[in-house]
């Protein structure tokens, strides 16, 4: 609620300053045109709801801002958190002037704060101009950064960017050009005494005690908002104190790295505080989920159960009891291993590309290796562009045939083939599925060297190999060659049944394991016991001389 209250009071108050931008921009039609925009806004502004919902959002950001600050444990932040916190504090002095000169003006001293009131407060000296064309901007920056922060975790942010981008700098580069022309136009009055005198009593301007009483009320505000900002610093200050009392924190991370911290800090803080690189894609807010960790460790039962927004975002991605937000867990003293299950430069994509398969897992699948036969000795004669546009024809047909037959590609290992079936369905699903991709392969490849007529020697061969069973499945690698994958005996006895194709001169050795689990006898081919590297026991096996002859699955 706490994080919900601060963004819709956040984007009140974005869209106030943009009505405020947009309406500088409209110098550049007439200043009569900007006066009614300042009208109407007036009006509605400054209507009962308008007045509850504009200083009520100011209000409650203001108290929100400082309660983040306060229960931020580290500042620690990026260059970009740092830039939004700075830009959201400047706020209040930049800004106090010119709400205490309108709003409260108009309030206690019946001042008609119309468009022209506003360009003159601006063309009292070159500081007045640019603080009120400064505190716009900010709020706008700020504003800015913070949906962007905000949006970037949503599926449509890409695709909208540029549109947003262009955007954040017109509106403000409209409004500056007509501030430009509005100040110009105000320069242009004075120059007829007369005019300037009549069109300033349109105003009803304070009297020179009613100004310095303005001015005072504003610094007073502006004291007051330094000194709120100086007892939420100095109340960090206690509670790293009182928190120093109540015991450590030890967190050896999966490098071997020990560190020790104090009780209150989030695992995100303890690992920036040490300098430990740690993904956090929503700067610790814990909207997305890319700061995750598994953690475990002697005193892990004493860890807090996750509360309703952290559960939320677990949830969402099916993780496992001892998978947490680094964001938003706060272990009690104890010691603890954790793991980070991102690397630390995840992007926003990779908030949704967390599934519980991909934490790791044991799951029955079906594995299938392709092997293209005798391509090295036919790579020797080709040049590199024809090498490389032969390779890739035939990548993309083995890859289309076993993504139509439901299975997943996982790697090409040279001018082989590595495809999982299983990451989704059952296993005998996952069975019949790899039995189809490789009759589709088969008939690929008959339509690929029929293709390949006249440009090579004689038609290229494959050889494929076929298991099912038990398997860990999860996401492996480092950085951004992270990717999911699977791991075990069964992929190792596919791997082997694929060289078993070449010793059989045949297209396809499958296990007979797979073949009971999809519940399905081939009509085609013969049953052999081989002897595969690494284990103990002969496996049956059936050998298929064409793939293509099986039946549809």
């Known amino acids: 609620m706490v994080a919900r209250l601060r963004l819709w009071s956040g984007m009140v108050l974005f869209v106030y300053a943009t009505l405020h931008l947009v309406n500088h921009a409209v110098v550049l039609a007439s200043v009569p045109v900007a006066d009614a925009v300042v009208s109407v806004a007036a009006a509605i502004w400054r209507s009962l709801p308008g007045t509850i919902l504009l200083y009520g959002a100011f209000l409650t950001h203001i108290a929100l801002t400082l309660w983040a600050l306060f229960r931020r444990r580290s500042l620690r932040l990026t260059r970009w ?27 206690l001293y019946d001042v008609n704060t119309n468009y022209l009131w506003v360009l003159l407060s601006m063309t009292d000296s070159g500081w007045a101009a640019a603080r009120q064309i400064g505190f716009l901007l900010v709020v706008w920056v700020h504003g800015c950064i913070g949906l962007h922060f905000y949006w970037r975790l949503k599926p449509w942010y890409l695709r909208a960017l540029p549109w947003l981008y262009g955007a954040t700098l017109v509106v403000p580069a409209l409004a500056l050009a007509g501030v430009g022309v509005g100040i110009g136009k105000v320069f242009e009055l004075r120059q007829d005494p007369d005019r300037f005198r ?68 989030s695992v995100l803080d303890i690992s920036r505080l040490n300098g430990i690189p740690h993904a956090s894609v929503c700067g610790g807010r814990g909207r997305c989920s890319t700061c995750r960790v598994r953690i475990v460790g002697p005193d892990a039962a004493k860890l807090p159960p996750p509360d309703q927004a952290e559960q939320r975002v677990l949830s969402r991605f099916g993780a496992p009891a001892n998978v947490r937000l680094a964001c938003q867990l706060r272990p009690p003293p104890g010691e603890y291993r954790v793991a980070p299950l991102l690397p630390a430069g995840a992007q926003p994509s990779d908030a949704y590309s967390g599934t519980k398969l991909s934490l790791g897992g044991e799951r029955m699948i079906a594995v299938m290796f392709v092997d293209l036969r005798g391509f090295t000795a036919f790579s020797e004669k080709r040049l590199p562009y024809d090498v490389v546009f032969i390779l890739n024809r035939y990548f993309r047909a083995v890859g289309q045939a076993i993504e139509d037959a439901g299975g ?8 082989g083939v590595m495809a999982l079936f299983g990451l989704d369905v059952d296993g005998a699903r996952a069975a019949r599925q790899s039995l189809d991709a490789a009759r589709r392969i088969g008939l690929a490849i008959e339509d690929f060297n029929e293709s390949l007529t006249g440009e090579i020697d004689q038609p290229l061969r494959i050889g494929i190999g076929i298991h099912a069973g038990p398997a860990i499945v999860g996401d492996l690698g480092h950085g951004r060659a992270t990717s999911l994958t699977a791991i075990g005996d069964t992929v190792n006895t596919a791997a082997r049944l694929e060289a078993q194709s070449k010793e059989f001169t045949a297209q396809l050795v499958v296990s007979q394991d797979l073949l009971d689990l999809a519940g399905v006898k081939p009509d085609v081919g013969e049953r052999h016991e081989v002897e595969v590297r690494g284990r103990e026991e002969r496996l049956r096996v059936h050998v298929v001389k064409e793939a293509a002859l099986l039946a549809e699955t």
């Not at 001015?215 to 100086?230: M, N």
């Not at 997943?408 to 001018?415: E, S, W």
């Open 408 to 415: 997943r590609v996982d790697k090409f290992i040279g001018d």
């Open 198 to 265: 009549a069109a300033v009593s349109t105003t009803n301007p304070p009297t020179r005690e009613e100004v310095e009483r303005i001015y005072a009320l504003s610094d007073g505000l502006q004291i007051a908002g330094a000194v709120l900002l100086i007892g939420v610093l100095g109340a960090r200050r206690v509670r790293t104190w009182v928190a120093r009392r109540a015991g450590e924190v030890r967190l050896t991370y999966a490098s071997g790295r020990s560190v020790v911290a104090q009780p209150g800090l």
């Open 81 to 107: 958190e740092w830039t939004q916190l700075g830009l959201g504090l400047s706020v209040v002095p930049l800004g106090m002037i010119h709400i205490v000169g309108t709003r409260i003006a108009y309030e």
